[in-house]
């Protein structure tokens, strides 16, 4: 155990957390730092953790989604000794859901060709009433039913990681970090001394390394969901839907269904729109017709941290500034092993995978 390094953590998104976390587990002195800017991806994300059925063709991110699956039941053992039990986490499965079965031939052909090294996705099996393990779909879809999929509450996962680290001596402030030309740390304008930095500020990423001379790669995409409640339905084992057009569903405990999310270029704009409100309800009741009398009870708003090819940025940027971030749409599922990584790359110590792939140094240039 490392008793000797001071960090400090500029984010407080789930990469962040699992990193103070992680750091307060090893006796690291650690502060997290965090603007609380509207739009922040944790607090919006679905929670779905199926990482099976994407990434076809590049296998490092594939293997990162599929890492983070597998860590979560090693997280949730670790927070649950530290009086941490509210995660949302459960497996509840996932239906991939068509209107004609050869359209499912493809993720079909791909999750056989995958199971043989990864078991925990469970059983593949056709079932062609959907509709009865998740009431509110049309009747007559067809559907794959997957039983090792999970779904997590990303707020739950998060508050828990940093009252965790909390309780460890972590401490969690509100304000803007910002770094000098020569690389120091700055919080409301005044130094804050470290012996490393975990940069985990999501869509924000570029702008606070900029003035390191670095222009890392990354923007926001807008992910706009809806959280419907279905009075008098059990929904909280209800399982995954993944349909191959139209918006993902998924049930949580208090008759709640969510519903999203939408995909939008529109950089920091943060505003819940007619628009996409409109797309992810007429999509979603075309698909389970059950859910037409749903009462609308929130519309969350996520800018997803994405980069130019979709992959993550993970790694040392330079000195000692470590970053996690680029997840997309993947936050939930990989954040919390992100957040594991850059905490032993702060501390100095191998990480659990190969991360150059990831790294930062290809995607980053210096100015002149």
Same mark, same amino acid.
């Given at each position: 155990?490392?008793?000797?390094?001071?960090?400090?953590?500029?984010?407080?998104?789930?990469?962040?957390?699992?990193? +103070?976390?992680?750091?307060?587990?090893?006796?690291?002195?650690?502060?997290?730092?965090?603007?609380?800017?509207?739009?922040?991806?944790?607090?919006?994300?679905?929670?779905?953790?199926?990482?099976?059925?994407?990434?076809?063709?590049?296998?490092?991110?594939?293997?990162?989604?599929?890492?983070?699956?597998?860590?979560?039941?090693?997280?949730?053992?670790?927070?649950?000794?530290?009086?941490?039990?509210? &995660?949302?986490?459960?497996?509840?499965?996932?239906?991939?859901?068509?209107?004609?079965? =050869?359209?499912?031939?493809?993720?079909?052909?791909?999750?056989?060709?995958?199971?043989?090294?990864?078991?925990?996705?469970?059983?593949?099996?056709?079932?062609?009433?959907?509709?009865?393990?998740?009431?509110?779909?049309?009747?007559?879809?067809?559907?794959?039913?997957?039983?090792?999929?999970?779904?997590?509450?990303?707020? +739950?996962?998060?508050?828990?990681?940093?009252?965790?680290?909390?309780?460890?001596? %972590?401490?969690?402030?509100?304000?803007? +970090?910002?770094?000098?030309?020569?690389?120091?740390?700055?919080?409301?304008?005044?130094?804050?001394?470290?012996?490393?930095?975990?940069?985990?500020?999501?869509?924000?990423? =570029?702008?606070?390394?900029?003035?390191?001379?670095?222009?890392?790669?990354?923007?926001?995409?807008?992910?706009?969901?809806?959280?419907?409640?279905?009075?008098?339905?059990?929904?909280?084992?209800?399982?995954?839907?993944?349909?191959?057009?139209?918006?993902?569903?998924?049930?949580?405990?208090?008759?709640?269904?969510?519903?999203?999310?939408?995909?939008?270029?529109?950089?920091?704009? %943060?505003?819940?729109?007619?628009?996409?409100?409109?797309?992810?309800? &007429?999509?979603?009741?075309?698909?389970?017709?059950?859910?037409?009398?749903?009462?609308?009870?929130?519309?969350?708003?996520?800018?997803?941290?994405? &980069? =130019?090819?979709?992959?993550?940025?993970?790694?040392?940027? %330079?000195?000692?500034?470590?970053?996690?971030?680029?997840?997309? +749409?993947?936050?939930?599922?990989?954040?919390?092993?992100?957040?594991?990584?850059?905490?032993?790359?702060?501390?100095?110590?191998?990480?659990?995978?190969?991360?150059?792939?990831?790294?930062?140094?290809?995607?980053?240039?210096?100015?002149?």
């Amino acid at each position: 155990m490392r008793t000797d390094i001071t960090a400090v953590v500029v984010g407080s998104g789930i990469v962040g957390a699992s990193a +103070a976390y992680h750091l307060s587990l090893n006796g690291a002195a650690v502060t997290v730092v965090d603007r609380r800017a509207t739009g922040q991806a944790t607090a919006a994300g679905a929670g779905i953790i199926c990482p099976w059925v994407d990434h076809e063709g590049d296998d490092d991110w594939y293997r990162l989604a599929l890492e983070g699956t597998r860590f979560y039941d090693s997280l949730v053992e670790s927070l649950a000794e530290d009086g941490e039990t509210e &995660t949302g986490h459960a497996r509840v499965g996932a239906l991939l859901v068509a209107d004609r079965p =050869g359209e499912l031939a493809a993720v079909d052909a791909l999750l056989r060709r995958r199971r043989g090294a990864a078991p925990d996705m469970g059983t593949i099996s056709v079932t062609d009433r959907p509709d009865a393990l998740f009431p509110p779909l049309r009747p007559g879809a067809a559907a794959i039913h997957l039983d090792g999929p999970a779904r997590v509450d990303g707020r +739950a996962v998060r508050d828990a990681l940093l009252r965790a680290a909390s309780r460890r001596g %972590a401490r969690v402030r509100q304000g803007t +970090a910002s770094f000098t030309a020569e690389g120091g740390l700055l919080v409301d304008g005044t130094p804050l001394e470290s012996d490393a930095v975990v940069v985990a500020a999501g869509a924000w990423t =570029g702008e606070l390394c900029r003035p390191l001379g670095l222009e890392v790669p990354m923007r926001a995409r807008r992910g706009q969901i809806v959280h419907l409640e279905l009075p008098g339905a059990e929904t909280g084992g209800w399982p995954i839907v993944l349909p191959r057009r139209g918006p993902y569903l998924l049930g949580f405990p208090g008759s709640r269904v969510v519903l999203g999310a939408t995909v939008e270029e529109a950089g920091f704009d %943060a505003r819940v729109t007619a628009g996409g409100v409109g797309e992810i309800l &007429t999509t979603g009741v075309e698909l389970a017709p059950g859910l037409t009398g749903a009462t609308l009870v929130e519309t969350r708003v996520g800018l997803r941290p994405v &980069t =130019g090819d979709g992959r993550p940025l993970i790694g040392t940027l %330079a000195g000692g500034v470590v970053v996690a971030g680029g997840l997309s +749409a993947y936050g939930l599922t990989a954040g919390p092993y992100a957040g594991l990584i850059v905490a032993r790359l702060a501390l100095r110590e191998t990480p659990p995978m190969d991360v150059e792939p990831f790294s930062p140094q290809r995607k980053t240039r210096t100015d002149a």
